[in-house]
């Protein structure tokens, strides 16, 4: 573990923001430019291997290849390290107000739908990895960890052999062992919604086992029997992007979230 004031390659370490499964990340400052903060991901030397050393460099490609608006902005890479854009508001869950969370919920469609457009899909959509700024209205929301990301022409169309992405978010599809597409981004993100603006994912089965049953056989909660503010138009929307059957869903994550700001505004 690193300390404050400790270097790093090019690096100062200013202290830590979080750790993960197999890394820490850092907030630091290039030595040239101490005016400058960067989230600094650093591998944890246990996971020095091939395995999560290719992941991190994942994370670096799949971001740099679809930089553009809300999406993390990455500095430099290199083995078992990268830096990128230091994004100081915590996650979208910290947004207070209703309206907020929708420009949020839009902001990443529009980010989702730009990377469908370049031939990736995220696969781990969720509010964890959706920071936002300290300054909302300046910065907005940025869509971060690239680390289980793919292209949707890798290995030829053959199936995952095991889930990587968080069960409360992952679309049917991907539970039957199919490769994400555009359309299980979309799910996830419709997951991530109903957790922003209700407080909980739609679905929360207390074992694993329970969680992937829900995913592939129940039915959504009706929303509007729940919260009063909720008409009943939002859960035909939702049910549309949450359909067991990622054809039935629509053809784009901005469609899906305007579709809800528009009833819920």
């Not at 750790?19 to 101490?34: E, I, K, M, N």
């Not at 420009?103 to 730009?114: F, K, P, V, Y």
């Not at 680390?147 to 992952?170: C, F, K, M, N, Q």
Request: hydrophobic share 45%.
């Amino acid at each position: 573990m690193l300390a404050p004031m400790d270097s790093f390659e090019d690096y100062v370490i200013d202290g830590v923001v979080g750790h993960g499964g197999s890394a820490t990340v850092y907030r630091a400052h290039h030595a040239s430019d101490p005016a400058l903060p960067v989230a600094l991901k650093v591998l944890d030397p246990a996971h020095h291997d091939p395995s999560h050393m290719a992941r991190l460099l994942r994370e670096f490609e799949f971001a740099k290849r679809t930089a553009g608006p809300h999406v993390v902005v990455m500095y430099e890479c290199g083995p078992g390290w990268l830096s990128m854009q230091f994004v100081a508001g915590g996650t979208v869950l910290a947004l207070n107000s209703r309206a907020d969370k929708l420009t949020a919920l839009a902001q990443i469609a529009g980010a989702l739908d730009r990377i469908h457009s370049l031939g990736i899909v995220h696969c781990d959509v969720k509010p964890a990895n959706i920071l936002v700024c300290e300054s909302f209205s300046d910065g907005g929301a940025v869509l971060t960890d690239f680390g289980i990301a793919r292209a949707l022409t890798d290995d030829g169309g053959r199936r995952p052999t095991h889930v990587e992405a968080s069960l409360p978010y992952v679309a049917p599809e991907v539970l039957r062992g199919h490769a994400p597409t555009a359309a299980s981004d979309e799910y996830s993100l419709a997951c991530t919604a109903v957790e922003l603006l209700t407080g909980a994912p739609p679905f929360t089965a207390l074992t694993s086992m329970a969680l992937v049953d829900a995913h592939l056989n129940s039915p959504l909660p009706k929303y509007s029997r729940r919260f009063d503010w909720v008409p009943r138009a939002f859960d035909s929307i939702l049910a549309k992007a949450m359909a067991k059957t990622p054809e039935l869903r629509y053809q784009s994550c901005a469609e899906f979230v305007s579709l809800i700001a528009r009833v819920l505004r």
